[in-house]
Structure formats: C-alpha cells, structure tokens
C-alpha cells in the first residue's frame, strides 16, 4: 500500500532538490558554455548563474525567487493504482495540500494570484494552481512524479502561437520561430539562453502543450527520433545560434540550450506552430515510488516516451 | 568596461562617471517594486507616508524585484532577489517615482525604450543584472520593512539595507547611451543574412 502520508513526504522532499539545484544536463551545459563563452558580458552572466546555483545548493535555498508555478506530471501505473490509499482522488488532495506545505516552508514564492483582482492567498494554490497533468502507464507497477516549477518568463513573455496558412512550409516554420525567438530575447525581454521548445501541428492545446514539453521535459541534446523533426530541430538551432542574442541577450555564441522539437498531424486546412522558451533556471525532478514503498529518483521523466 | 562601487548617499559626479557596460556594486538602502507597488508609491496621498519614510532612510535605489522572503518571528529573511523586467513596470510610473522620491539607480532586467533619454534628462542611472539569478539576496544585510503586504509578499514593497549587491551591469548612463542599444546595432548587422534569407523584417 502507499500512504498518502509517505507520498506527501516523497513529494516534499522532490521540492527541495527541484529548488535547490540544477538538473545535471542544465548545470554541465552552463559550465561548458562559460568556459568557450568569448562574449565577455555573455561569460559574466554565465558565472552568475553558476555561482548563484552553487551558493543556493550550498544554502539549501532556493536559487531563483522566482519558484514558479508548481506543476505536476503524473505516471499512474495500472498495476499500482490499487495500491494508492484513498485512491486517485487523495492522490490529488496530497499533492495540492504539499503545495501549500512547501510554499511556506522551503518557502517559495507564492506566485498563484487572481488573474483579475490579483488577490494573493500567499500559497501557490487556486482554481488550476497547482497544475496537475495525469497519463496512465499501462501494466507499470510504480507511481511517477515529476515536479516542474515554471517561471514567469516562459509562461509570461516567452511562449508564443500561430496557424500558418496550410502551404507555409519548413522555411514558414524556421521563420515564425527565428522571429519569435528573436523578439522575446532581444534586449534582454527574458531571461536567455533558453530551452526551445517547438509545437508543429496538432490542435490548438495540443500544438502548445507540445511546445512546453518538449522545453521542460527532454534534457538538452536530445533529438526527436524521428530523423526528419531531428534534422529541423538541428536546422533550428543553427538558426538560432546564427543570430548570436547571447545570453540575457547581451550578445555571445551561448543563445540557446537546444531546441526540442515536437510533432501531431494537423487539420488540412492549418499548419499551427508554437514556440515555448524555457529559461536558464529550470527546475525539472523526477521520483517513482512503488507499492512496496520503495523511492526512486530519476535523472529524467518517462513522461516524453513515445507509444509506438 | 571598469567596476565601480556605489554607496549611498551617491553623488551625481559619481554617477556621471559610469559607462554602459561598466559593472557596479552597491551599498545603502533600497526598495523593491512592482507594478502594483508603484501604482500606490505615485499616489499622491496614499504614497505620502512610505515616500516620507524612503526620504527619511535616504534610499535612493529602486529595485525592480518580487523577491523571495521568509518572514519569522522576529525578522523577515532574503531568501532570494532578482530584477524583473523594467518594461513590466512601465515607463511612466518609474519616471514619476525617480522624480517624487530623487532616486539616483534604477535596478531592473532588459532595455526599457526611452528610459536611456530619461537617465539623461535626471541624471540617474538604470543598471541590469548579471544572470538569470543570481547571489544578491545574500547581499541583504537586513530587512527594514515591508509596505502594502495586502497586495501579496512578492508585490509588496520590501525596504533592505545592501552592502555590495552585486555584479550589476549599466545599461543607461547619465550620458544618454544604452548598453542594449549598442548590442542591438550588432545583433542587426550580425544576423541580416538569415533575417534577409527567411523575410524577418525587424521593427
């Protein structure tokens, strides 16, 4: 059986490393780009980071004050769901009451407010806050929980949609993507270098849903297995690397960390392209815990595998 | 570019010595806001009070910020402060406080357009973080208050005293020019192939 008590303990102890710390793939790649970085400006930023992230781990404090919205992917396992105490709905009570739990205790910053009269509880929940997102996995024997905090830059400034007309094309797509890049990194409108993520087709939440996954959930490097979306994904970040923002877009060669890109088919009549870039301060935890109360951490969600 | 340190109360011939690009530490009292937070510092009757007190400390910096802070029994505790962008605060509302309240820097995160004619005209200066975040709340030597709570934690104001805070980078000098401007010529020149080769025409 897994209590909702051990649960809520595993989910909280998920924050603070969510928190505390870079994932690994963040963290080596800022290193590796401060130390080619020939943009002197670009290099101070980068160390700032590093430094910043350093102090905080060493602190156990959080290394941005802006904790993000706090969002959950869940991997219900069929062969475990029996075996959550209280079932699927305690499940969601758990993660909503550790939510405001951690909120005052790491503390986070309560970032949830009423889009209208901006009223603030102070403790990151609300109608939709926090965010829960549920996929079943069939016959796994575990309960996976991935926490990601997503800031106000990608959510506020650094997302963008369109449908294109139907015959736009791979350059129509480089274009809208270029373009959208350009202007919520130019001038230092949000914090770069940043995770790309790109939606191609699909409906209108699915094409933006895309986007932000393929940001959040795939670690830098990776590549679309389909070896068409990978060569666009490199053609991508060719483009984006070509424009040189730098980051906090004060010029250098470190403009992006990769670019993910996703795909679904899409009505005949559209070609709906979305663009999500997340930024430098991603906080992305992975734990499974099994009936049997066995805790594992993983460097990675199993969220972005693909079905077929 | 050179380092220079800032400590209140800052004189205009210092201010006039800094260059976009210049990096600047600083040390004296300032108050984070937001655009909420200066909706009510510019009020005129309802700003009167806190206006009264930042004049009273001799806070001369603005810091654009919603910072992290954990509020304990006795004292309230920087966890983490970085600048949020000075467009999201809007032009008007920090031209109107810099004059109300004589500020001398103005911290925040990207180019404001028209700011750098504004640190021209009033002699102060906008300076912008290095990093995404970064290390300054560990700079916070103590905090002295916090004004307006009811518009949340991260909105309300949050007056500290700072020894140091720092790396920050000049964006707009005293003397009209500004750091992003000068990059953006660059990035322009830089990127007019693939611009021209994908049809971006940039505004």
Known sequence: ???????????????????????????????????????????????????????????????????????????????????????????????????????????????????????????????????????????????????????????????????????????????????????????????????????????????????KEAAILRPVGDRNPDSELARLENQLMDDILRLKLGPMGMGGATSAFDVHLEMAYCHMATLPVAVYLQCAAMRRTTVRMYADGRVESLPLSSWMERDS | MKSVHLKSPISGEALRTLDAGDSVTISGYLFTCRSLTYDRLIDPEGGEGVRNRLKELGAETVFHSGPLVKEGPDRAEMIAMVPMPSWLAGREKIEKAVGLLDLKVIIGKGMLEGLEEFCKRSGCVHLVCAGNYNEYASRVTRVI???????????????????????????????????????????????????DELGIDLD
């Not at chain 1, 928190?19 to 080619?36: R, V």
């Not at chain 2, 518009?151 to 980078?169: H, K, N, Q, S, T």
């Open chain 1, 1 to 211: 059986m897994l209590s909702q008590q051990a649960i809520a303990q595993t989910v909280t102890a998920l924050w603070k490393s969510n928190q505390y710390d870079l994932p690994e793939d963040f963290k080596t790649f800022l290193q590796e780009q401060h130390d080619k970085e020939t943009s002197e400006l670009g290099k101070a930023h980068l160390k700032a980071n590093l430094d910043a992230v350093a102090s905080a781990s060493a602190r156990s404090m959080p290394f941005c004050a802006d904790t993000g919205l706090l969002t959950y992917y869940v991997g219900l396992g069929t062969a475990v769901i029996g075996e959550i105490e209280g079932g699927y709905q305690a499940l969601e009570q758990t993660l909503r009451e550790v939510s405001a739990e951690v909120t005052s205790e790491i503390p986070l910053r309560p970032n949830a407010v009423h889009p209208l009269t901006r009223h603030n509880p102070n403790t990151n929940q609300g109608p939709g806050c926090p965010d829960i997102k549920v996929r079943v996995l069939p016959d796994a024997d575990y309960l996976e929980i991935t926490n990601v905090a997503v800031g106000g830059g990608p959510e506020l400034v650094g997302s963008k949609f369109t449908v294109l007309p139907p015959t736009a094309g791979e350059k129509g797509v480089r274009k809208f993507v270029v373009e959208s890049t350009i202007n919520l990194v130019r001038l230092g409108a949000t914090c770069s270098p940043n995770l790309v993520g790109v939606g191609l087709g699909g409906t209108f939440e699915t094409c933006t849903r895309m986007a």
């Open chain 2, 145 to 195: 208050d916090c004004a307006w709570p009811e518009l949340g934690r991260p909105e309300a104001m949050w007056i500290v005293e700072v020894d140091a805070l720092g790396p920050l980078i000049v964006d707009a000098d005293t003397k009209g020019k500004s750091l992003y401007q000068g990059i953006d010529e660059e990035f322009k020149a830089d990127a007019a192939a693939l611009l």
